[in-house]
């Protein structure tokens, strides 16, 4: 098999030129480093990665614990992790914590005893035990979509990447107030999730914004998945004053909205509005068409990526909480007859 020193001769430069290309170790100019992989290609080379990893005490490997099977919204999320880790270099090992904190801690420590040279992953709502063992461990980690509590001085203790979610929030509620509505409930998620607070917090800042009052009973949670959202749209409906426009936060609890509207004869938007935080692959195929926030999923999952090389480069440095911005996606699902504003259907107001 081809070597590192006939990689070496074949493009003309030094070995520690070639282990430097293979490891990240130093800068290397782009046409010698392009020299070096035409000669790796054309001979057929194949890095000892095993080797590799004991002088480096690396495995340029990263583990991801996400919910990806139980929630649809991880899976693309998932896609970005894997092409941002691809593109510099690292294999990804997976692991799905079903939103579990015993198993969450459990599946961690798998990932860390492979040696990772670091994680990902999107805790419980319960995490204290995953944190503790990362902690103790110095663990170095990238905390995704769900943020956790800050330390004492209010600096966050590991490094997090999550999207906004109370100003789109309120972007809805405000938009379906300004169709006329006056009962607008929200479907939140599971308590405990940094998500489900802040998304309430958004609710209720648009509801304050569009000037009406905060009615505990207008919230329920439908613990982020169909079955739970299925219920607790049941209990709003049940109410002696049921609400005219429902907000759905997350994609899941959207279906098992959707189904409990089904059960109950009630047509969207004509007899209730609909807004979802989450848009779907498909949001533009249903009927009416899903008026939704949409979160960059996959371009999350990359900069989890690209925020733990920074941390595997600079161990050091602060932690840090980056939030990307979602897009209000305007559709029909709200009671506007076109997608656009100001043009409410029949029926939506109250």
Known sequence: ???????????????????????????????????????????????????????????RSIGLAVSAISNPYFTEILQGVE?????????????????????????????????????????????????????RHDVPTVLLDRVVDSAADGAPRFDQVCSD?????????THLAGLGHRRIALVAGLPGLSTTSERITGYRHGLAAAGFPYDERLVVHGDSEAAGAERATAALLSLGAPPTALVTANNAM??????????????????????????????????????AIAQPSRELGAEAVRVLLERLAE??????????????????????????PGNPRKGTAS
């Not at 161990?315 to 656009?340: E, I, M, N, Q």
Request: proline fraction near 8%; glycine fraction near 8%.
């Open 165 to 173: 979610s109370a100003e789109p929030t309120a972007h809805l509620v």
């Open 83 to 135: 092409a941002g880790a691809l593109e510099q270099g690292y294999s990804l090992l997976i692991a799905d914590p079903h939103d579990d904190p015993v198993h969450e801690r459990k599946v961690v420590q798998l990932l860390h005893e492979r040696r990772v040279d670091g994680v990902i992953v999107a805790p419980s709502a319960n995490p204290g035990e995953l944190l503790a063992y990362l902690g």
């Open 1 to 59: 098999m081809p070597t590192m020193a006939d990689v070496a001769r074949s493009a003309g430069v030094s070995v520690a030129t070639v282990s430097h290309v293979l490891n990240g170790t130093r800068p290397v100019l782009p046409h010698t480093r392009q020299a070096v992989l035409d000669a790796m290609d054309e001979l057929g080379y194949t890095p000892n990665t095993l080797a590799r990893s004991l002088v480096t005490s690396r495995t």
């Open 254 to 291: 959207t279906i098992g909205v959707l189904r409990a509207l089904r059960d109950h004869g009630l047509s969207v938007p004509d007899d209730i509005a609909l807004c979802c935080f989450d848009d779907f692959a498909w949001g533009d195929l249903f009927t009416p068409r899903l008026t």
């Open 315 to 340: 161990p050091d440095r602060p932690a840090r909480t980056v939030r990307l911005p979602c897009t209000f996606v305007h559709r029909t699902s709200c009671g506007c007859a076109t997608g656009k």
